[in-house]
C-alpha cells in the first residue's frame, strides 16, 4: 500500500522567495504517480503538478516544480518566486500507475507567505 | 471546459434530517470519487465508481451514507439520518483514468446542528 508524509505541518516564506514543500512516500510499486495539490483558504483543490516515476526530468509548471528524488523516495514541490496568493494547504498524492488504485494523499502543508 | 460541478455549495440541516449532495463530473472521465474533509481526519476517500458503477465502498462510515451514480454525468450522496459528527466538507472529483489526476469540485461545506 502507497503512503505519503508530509512533515512540515506550516511554513513561512517571504514574498518573492522560493520555498520547499517537502513528500516522502513509500510504495513497493516500481511505477508510480506523484502529484500535489493547492487548496486556498476559499475551499477548492487545485492541482498543479504530476511527476511520474519513470520520468527523467523533474516536472515543472509556470513557478512549481517537483524536485523529484527516486532514490530518497522523495517528491518535493518547490514554488519560486513567492507570491501572497500561493499562501494555501499543500497536499502531496500518489497512486500506482498501473491504475490499480486511487490517490492516496499525505496530511499537508500549510504555507504562509509574508509581505 | 466546465469543471467538477457540486451542489449545493452550503448546506446547513438538523440532526435526523437526509441530507443529498450533487456532484457533475467533468464530461469523459470515467472516474468519480466522493471525499470528506475534516480538521481531525484531513481528507478521506468515501466510495467510487467506474463508468457509472461503484467500485469501493469500504470508505463509506456507515448505513447511513449511501452513493450512486444513474449515469455519467449524475452522482449523488445522500446521508440518511444526518448526525453532527457528519459535519464536514464533502467533495467530489473525477479523472479519466483510476490512478491519474484527480479534478475537484468546489465542495460541499455541510454543518449538521
Known amino acids: 500500500a502507497q503512503k505519503i508524509t508530509q512533515t512540515q505541518p506550516g511554513m513561512f516564506v517571504q514574498e518573492k522567495e522560493a520555498v520547499t514543500l517537502d513528500c516522502t512516500y513509500d510504495?513497493?510499486?516500481?511505477?508510480?504517480?506523484l502529484f500535489w495539490y493547492k487548496q486556498p483558504s476559499s475551499g477548492e483543490m487545485i492541482f498543479l503538478i504530476y511527476?511520474?516515476?519513470?520520468?527523467?526530468q523533474n516536472a515543472t509548471e509556470g513557478r512549481y516544480s517537483l524536485n523529484f528524488q527516486k532514490a530518497r523516495k522523495s517528491a518535493n514541490l518547490v514554488i519560486s518566486a513567492s507570491q501572497l496568493g500561493d499562501s494555501a494547504m499543500y497536499f502531496c498524492a500518489m497512486t500506482a500507475a498501473s491504475g490499480n488504485t486511487p490517490l492516496v494523499f499525505g496530511k499537508g502543508t500549510r504555507l504562509s507567505v509574508i509581505a | 471546459d466546465a469543471g467538477v460541478i457540486q451542489s449545493p455549495r452550503h448546506e446547513v440541516t438538523e440532526m435526523g434530517q437526509e441530507v443529498t449532495l450533487r456532484c457533475k463530473p467533468i464530461?469523459?472521465?470515467?472516474?468519480l470519487f466522493w471525499y470528506r474533509q475534516t480538521m481531525m481526519r484531513g481528507l478521506e476517500l468515501l466510495i467510487y465508481?467506474?463508468?457509472?458503477?461503484?467500485?469501493?465502498d469500504s470508505g463509506m462510515p456507515e448505513d447511513r451514507f449511501s452513493a450512486k451514480m444513474p449515469n455519467a454525468s449524475f452522482s449523488t450522496l445522500k446521508i440518511q439520518p444526518s448526525e453532527p459528527r457528519d459535519s464536514a466538507v464533502y467533495f467530489c472529483a473525477s479523472s479519466t483514468y483510476k490512478g491519474g489526476a484527480q479534478y475537484f469540485g468546489p465542495g460541499t461545506r455541510l454543518l449538521v446542528l
Open positions: 465508481f467506474n463508468n457509472n458503477v461503484p467500485i469501493d
Open positions: 464530461s469523459g472521465h470515467d472516474y
Open positions: 511527476q511520474g516515476s519513470y520520468d527523467e
Open positions: 510504495t513497493s510499486d516500481q511505477s508510480y504517480g
